[in-house]
């Protein structure tokens, strides 16, 4: 092999190699650009610590001394850096890690041990194959993670941070582990860039080098594991190109990389790599959902509760948002096996409630324990969807850019076993693991008669799919505790009604289901209980029947009988959907109350 091609071939496997640990924040949803920083320190510790001749514990060569060196310093230091930084978000968290690079990019540019600005000399024990073993073992690495249920994780925090919270994905700890991940690769990076040229300085990692790397990630995308090594390659060749060309202005690398990360924001989110026709799902047959085996994935999760269990308790709960009181002094307990309605005018109080049970928003007095968790006691909002509670939003919150299938895998999340690290040696029980995850899928897909469709992008299903989508992802967690908000809202008659009989299936199952529904017909046909929320307080708790002919409830709806000339028959056989926004005075109350639409 010439020299020149060698070294081309060593100059896009180290852009590879750099755009990787962009990759692997970007992966999680996270624009951190403190890789270089990173880089820099793994690559000056090796240079420090290796030379030519060093032989770590006498018998490991240098190489493999200073790659196991930076790479460890690289994710010291990521960990670090993340425990502060990771709680912002997106530009504030590119502003905070650009500036963490250009602190470390400084110190070492005065720093005694780094040849302050010229740097320090490395041997040479850097070749192609090298670096492209480095490459190859990266791409195996994210090609394994991408099918595993870390993967998984990452990708739904990308996609939707809240949502994945309520699926029980620990995002902070994700976070944490895509920096991590980053931090190592960077470091090891800084080493190969360093015993290749034979010199390491200070300035070869400052903001330029950072923006590179980000380049190459997104022009090679950040959702397909091959991406980074098609951008590093794509950017590296643009000089060669020139060349070939004989066109010699310094300016048109550049141009041309944020005009190719301009193009790719704008009509290519998934960057070159999303061009690459990816293997779908393939749909069930003969009932290759039930193989041997597949049931048993959640029996290894949680204990069951039985019927007539207590599911959730909640004395005197109260919510304020400084002088709002969005929920004052609601005692409600939930038991296994039924089907509770909560309903009440728009700003009652109700998506704060169900935010309250689910755990994504704390009370600001009152106790409660659902399913053996105490609100308020800083409880992860996460931990209650492990302990068996799963939720819609009432503003649907799937991943667009996944196909169904792959949403409702996400929703394993907590029954699944982790398989990431068996997958990268190939254990047979990883692959079984993954199979019974897959499978739990398909079954949610089917009960909800979306099996048709599961290999078609979330975004691009009908309205009335979509809400039915969203339920199997909830339900492939298998929840003892299902929380519906609002998921007839917007669909026509025929669509409300197959809604009520899926869940009355579910009912019947023995899922334990609370919905929120201003389709007054739908609830006191579906529910066994229904509570009715005014003005963040209890004004009604009995069964349909009852509820329905309360004079307290239907003043809160629609007024006096006098106004409206309204009765209990108009409202359960007329109405479909109740003017809930609506009162006795005719004036719509502001939802601002919950600070959430309810």
Known sequence: MSHQLATQLTLIGLAAIFAYSFYAVLYAGQLSLAQAGFASIGGFTAAALIGQDTLLFGFVPP????????????????????????????????????????????????????????????????????????????????????????GRGYAAVREDELAATALGIDVARHKMYAIVTAGAIAGAYGVFDAFFTRLISPDDFGFEAAINGLVMAMVG?????????????????????????????????????GLLMLLVILFLPG????????????????????????????SRARARVQAGDMIASLHS???????????????????AGEVLGLIGPNGAGKTTLINMISGLVPPTSGTATVLGLQLGKK?????????????????????NRMSAFDNVLVGTHTIAKSTFARRLIWLPSARRDEAQARAMAWRQLRRVGLIERAVVLAGQLSYGDQRRLEIARALASDPELLILD??????????????????????????????????????LSTCTRVTVLDFGEVIANGDPESVAHDPAVLDAYLGTESDHDASPVAVREDSVILPGSTHADGMHRSDAAEGTDD
Do not use: C
């Open 63 to 150: 190489i493999v001394s200073a790659v196991v060196i930076g790479t460890v310093a690289g994710a010291i230091i990521a960990l670090l850096l993340g425990l502060p930084v990771l709680r912002l978000r997106g530009v504030y968290l590119a502003i905070a890690t650009l500036g963490f690079g250009e602190v470390v990019r400084i110190v070492f540019i005065n720093s005694e041990w780094t040849g302050r600005a010229s740097g320090l000399s490395t041997p040479k024990l850097v070749d192609w194959w090298t670096v492209w073993i480095a490459v190859a073992v990266l791409v195996y690495f994210f090609a394994r993670l991408s099918r595993s249920k870390l």
């Open 271 to 298: 960057g070159i790599a999303g061009l690459i026709p990816r293997r779908k799902p393939r749909p069930p047959t003969g009932g290759e959902e039930d193989e041997p085996g597949s049931t048993s994935i959640h």
């Open 317 to 335: 709960i109260s919510k304020s948002y400084g002088g709002v009181h969005a929920v004052r002094g609601i005692d409600l307990e939930i038991r």
């Open 486 to 523: 609002e998921p007839a809202a917007g669909m026509n008659h025929v669509e409300a009604r197959e809604m009520a009989q899926l869940i009355r299936e579910l009912a019947a199952d023995g899922v334990t289901v609370l919905l929120i529904e201003h389709n007054v017909r739908m609830v």
């Open 221 to 257: 995308g950040v959702v397909f594991f091959i991406g980074p090594l098609i951008g590093g390659a794509f950017i590296t060749l643009i000089p060669e190109v020139q060349r070939a060309l004989d066109v010699q202005a310094g300016w048109i690398q550049p141009f041309i990389a």
């Open 379 to 399: 409880v992860p909002p996460y931990r209650f969807a492990a302990a068996g509670v799963a939720r819609t939003f009432q503003h649907s919150k799937l991943w």
